[in-house]
């Protein structure tokens, strides 16, 4: 069995593999011991250094640090020294967000598993082995399945301090806790609800596709994030909770600010400006939490609101909400909106980049639209929106031949899965001829009791997508000599714009 452990070194070397934040504590001490607390520390084997920039350690391997601080840094004042940890350690995790399929790679022809120290966790690579995990949860928590990868400053803590207190979410419980949050879930987003909203999501689909077909007439190029797939998930998320249509662009502006200020680095001018928009977004789900308690209507807010906060008041009228239920269908409804239009805005934006790619699969989508459903699997599976979420196991357990202690982090990486050859074949070949059982075998979204309840959805908002741009804009093409950079997350993988033309 390979045994996994830290490195066995001092406190603040070992926080430093987690964050930036614990890096940098390190050196700010006196200059000259930054590059020893945060290079060099007690490493008793080399890790991997790859081309890609990304570090890797297998499992029984130990590595001190993440970051590595220059000689210019380690003799530079210490606040400077701290910064250059911060810059560095960021820029090596925004190489591996924006491209880990190396990693990926690598990790599923090594034997057991491999510690991501840039992750702090252990990466499960294999189909097999992920698959295990997500069918365990009594063994494998989901609590910390969405840890940030920034820590808030003090002043953009302060302005979080004044909403609402946190909250556990479907994304983050399991057993009952989680069958709970799930329930209103899974009665918001059934068959019969999508279907019923398969016809708004066709007009609001045509709608911005002729938006941007004049957008690229009038400029000769357009932005399809901007202009087509940001707002189509976030109209037809707003229309699924019940939101009112004026309501939904500030939804989603902030919705982003709240992924921003967990998950990239802003300055502190920029934390605050985010954080704002975080307590105007409880703000605005707590208003219409509190408004369908008093009036029920037919949507996903007042599902979740009567799942979640029940109204057994034997009086006259319905009973207020308290503080502790608001403050819980705050966190789920703002949950529910970010994962609603996020993802599917990531999927919808890497489904159209790769089929421009590789313009013999989209010819072959011009001539055979019967092959659209096709092309959604595999768009799904060649590039997933959500590349994966972390777990911790609650005890030790023995995973791909790794012993765990209890408390150790998993990453889940459901986008290696969908390019593990185990599962399918020719998996880095992007073919929407693929054939079953491998068109719907996938992990694109998750598997187990936390499988994506709104799956359907997204599905039905992509197929209206390539079928409105197929019809409409047969010609559609990516801009010729741009670089089509990746957003630097793992949570909704997308292009960060797409500039296309005809």
Not at 5 to 11: F, I, K, L, M
Not at 400 to 411: I, K, M, N, S, Y
Request: charged share 25%.
């Amino acid at each position: 069995m390979d045994q996994a452990r830290r490195p066995e070194h001092t406190e603040e070397a070992t926080a430093a593999v987690a964050t930036p934040e614990a890096t940098a504590e390190a050196a700010e001490r006196a200059p000259g011991d930054v590059a020893e607390a945060v290079t060099a520390e007690a490493t008793e084997e080399a890790a991997e250094a790859t081309a890609d920039g990304t570090e890797t350690v297998t499992a029984g391997a130990t590595r001190a640090a993440h970051a590595e601080v220059t000689a210019e840094a380690a003799e530079a004042a210490p606040a400077d020294a701290a910064e250059e940890v911060r810059r560095e350690y960021h820029a090596r995790l925004d190489r591996l967000q924006r491209d880990p399929y190396p990693l990926y790679d690598r990790a599923r022809r090594t034997a057991g598993l491999t510690f991501v120290p840039l992750l702090d966790a252990w990466l499960v690579a294999r189909d097999a082995d992920i698959r295990e995990v997500l069918l365990r949860p009594q063994d494998f928590s989901s609590a910390q399945s969405l840890r940030p990868d920034v820590q808030p400053s003090p002043a953009a803590l302060a302005v979080l301090g004044a909403g609402f207190a946190p909250r556990p979410t479907v994304v983050s419980t399991d057993g009952a806790a989680h069958r709970r949050h799930r329930a209103p879930l899974n009665s918001g987003l059934s068959a019969a609800r999508v279907a019923a909203l398969t016809e708004y999501v066709t007009e609001q689909a045509e709608t911005l596709a002729e938006v941007f077909a004049a957008a690229v007439a009038e400029q000769g190029r357009a932005d399809l994030m901007a202009h087509y797939a940001r707002p189509l998930p976030g109209a037809v998320v707003g229309r699924l909770l019940g939101l009112d249509p004026e309501d939904v662009p500030t939804a989603v502006h902030c919705s982003y600010s709240a992924e921003r200020l967990l998950y990239r680095p802003l300055s502190e001018t920029e934390q605050i400006a985010a954080a704002e928009d975080v307590l105007a977004l409880q703000h605005l789900l707590d208003g219409y939490a509190r408004d369908r308690r008093a009036a029920p209507r037919d949507d996903l807010i007042s599902g979740m609101v009567a799942a979640l906060a029940p109204d057994a008041g034997l009086g006259p009228g319905p009973r207020a909400l308290t503080d502790d239920q608001r403050c819980e269908l705050v966190a789920n409804l703002q949950n529910l909106l970010i994962a609603g239009h996020l993802t599917t805005t990531a999927l919808i934006g890497t489904a159209v980049l790769h089929l421009l790619r590789h313009r013999d699969q989209w010819e072959r989508l011009l001539a055979r639209p019967e092959l659209i459903p096709a092309a959604v699997e595999e768009a799904a599976r060649y590039d997933s929106a959500v590349q994966g979420f972390r777990r911790t196991t609650t005890r030790p357990v023995t995973l791909a031949g790794t012993e765990l202690p209890a408390g150790a982090t998993v990453f889940v990486a459901y986008g290696s899965a969908n390019r593990d050859p185990a599962r399918h074949p020719d998996p880095d070949v992007f073919d929407i001829t693929r054939t079953r059982p491998h068109t719907r075998h996938h992990l694109a979204f998750g598997h187990g009791p936390h499988g994506c309840p709104g799956s359907q959805l997204a599905r039905v908002q992509l197929r209206a997508t390539l079928a409105v741009f197929a019809r409409r804009l047969p010609g559609l093409r990516l801009v010729e000599g741009r670089h089509v950079p990746m957003r630097p997350t793992l949570i909704h993988r997308s292009p960060e714009e797409l500039l296309l033309t005809c």
